[in-house]
């Protein structure tokens, strides 16, 4: 019985990890508005929702749209809010971001598979 209690800490300890992982790289690439490396985990397929846009984008037509939300609001301190898992074995990360056009609230949706992260939705919200 010890050994299948160790094990299911160590496997909820290490899927944490990997979602702090991912979450601490979203932040830096939000920090530094690296829209290429953030799209490197886009879905082919997206929900993104900004001020102005809302719907389901292609991973090209999303790093578009991101890219030109980061070009007119330059970060100038981004945190970490909140992440961690939901039932369905989603991921999150909320980051507050202070821009030169204001505060947002910028939630990442992703999930990771064969250790592979996909982003499947992005909400950027004042």
Known sequence: M?????YAVVFASLSFKGASQNANRYLKCV????????A????????????GKDGFYSKSQAKSIIG???NNH??????????GQ?????????????????????????KVSDSESKI???KIQK
């Open 2 to 6: 010890l050994p299948k209690v160790i």
């Open 31 to 38: 920090r530094n508005s690296d829209v290429s490396s953030l």
């Open 40 to 51: 490197e985990d886009f879905n082919n397929s997206i929900q993104l929702s900004t001020p």
């Open 68 to 70: 030109y939300f980061f």
């Open 74 to 83: 330059n970060p100038t301190r981004v945190k970490i809010a909140d992440k």
């Open 86 to 110: 939901s039932s369905n074995g989603g991921q999150f990360v909320e980051l507050r971001t202070c821009t030169n056009r204001g505060e947002f609230d910028i939630s990442i949706f992703y």
């Open 120 to 122: 499947h939705e992005i």
